[in-house]
């Protein structure tokens, strides 16, 4: 069993009168509106459409309250989306995708990117013995959570070698000072983690890189296409029923997605909070500069990315072997294009 501990750090853009949770009524025209975001970990460079569109100001400029809830992991976002105690969770794709074969239909409602900026890392004093994913056989495996996106990522990584998830054993080890650690200390020989985490332990010495998919280019050669990673996703009930709420909330990603685009990573990086950069604003900027490609431009679901993160889950995790999805239903660009 595992048990992962929620932290839960509540920033809220202004003050207003309206409910939160996912029992707010709808707000229908430009009226002041709550939303509640549990995201799998604030201070993961691949979140950072959140937090920067609350510093950059976007949510309130729509009128909405946004409080962001700090969470070591996407599988517990979406949890509480699920449990009806957020209104969204920013997380990865794969939640959607497999939730419907159980019943319970999300939607990804703007997609932040097309690779998922992490990397499979190995235990430096393992690498002259663990070269390719193939080497992973046998071995333990660091993820987030069971069940998070870095543990279907690693289950496709260890298909597409011609293992089975079966052939390592995975262990949740979260992310940052937790994964070091669990590095550190041998608990894991190799793991799946993201920026600034991968920076941290290829400048200490204590990992390397195996597999790269913080890039575009990279994620395709390791995964055969584009994988859209972490966006926001919703109950598709609340979608439709908060419309107007939800249509606000995407405008403002979306300003921040382009504001992202035409800014450096250096800019990029003076907006988010100091304690972000553990201890390396340098490496931060570096480690950003490196996968900015990885974000959209525009914050609009690939087809064809989708296909292929569909194609993984049915092929190599064990729970959507024999399932029926229809993607149509698990994302919409609708709000994307309407954007203002």
């Not at 988010?272 to 900027?285: C, I, R, S």
Request: hydrophobic share 40%.
């Amino acid at each position: 069993m595992f048990i992962r501990p929620l932290l839960f750090v509540l920033t809220a853009v202004f003050v207003l009168t309206a409910c939160g949770g996912s029992t707010a009524a709808p707000a229908t025209d430009n009226s002041p509106a709550d939303v509640k975001i549990m995201v799998g970990g604030l201070n993961k460079q691949i979140y950072i459409p959140n937090k920067l569109a609350e510093l950059l100001g976007y949510f309130k400029e729509q009128n909405l309250n946004v409080t962001l809830i700090d969470e070591g992991s996407g599988q517990a976002s979406e949890e509480e989306v699920i449990a009806g105690n957020v209104d969204g969770g920013s997380g990865s794709y794969s939640h959607v995708l497999e939730l419907q074969p159980k019943g319970k239909f999300m939607q990804q409602v703007i997609q932040f990117q097309i690779a998922p900026g992490e990397a499979e890392m190995v235990d430096a004093k393992k690498a002259d013995s663990i070269k390719t994913a193939a080497d992973l056989k046998g071995k333990n495996l660091g993820v987030t959570s069971i069940g998070s996106g870095t543990h279907t990522i690693s289950l496709a990584l260890l298909g597409r070698a011609g293992l089975t998830g079966t052939d390592a054993k995975f262990v949740a080890v979260g992310a940052g000072n937790t994964f070091i650690a669990a590095m550190q200390q041998h608990v894991i020989d190799a793991g799946m983690t993201t920026e600034p985490t991968i920076s941290r332990l290829v400048k200490s010495g204590i990992g390397k890189v195996l597999i790269d998919l913080r890039t575009p280019t990279s994620t395709r050669a390791a995964l055969g296409a584009d994988y859209p990673f972490i966006g926001i996703f919703m109950m598709s009930t609340y979608v439709s029923s908060h419309k107007g709420v939800v249509q606000r909330l995407v405008n403002a990603y979306v300003k921040t997605l382009k504001w992202m685009k035409a800014h450096t990573a250096a800019e990029i990086t003076d907006k988010m909070p100091t304690d972000y950069y553990a201890g390396d604003k340098e490496g931060y900027v570096a480690a950003l500069d490196g996968q900015k490609d990885s974000f959209t431009a525009d914050g609009k679901m690939p087809a064809a990315g989708a296909q292929n993160a569909l194609d993984i889950e049915l092929k190599y995790v064990k729970d959507m072997k024999g399932a029926t999805v229809d993607l149509s239903k698990t994302y919409t660009n609708d709000f994307a294009n309407n954007a203002k």
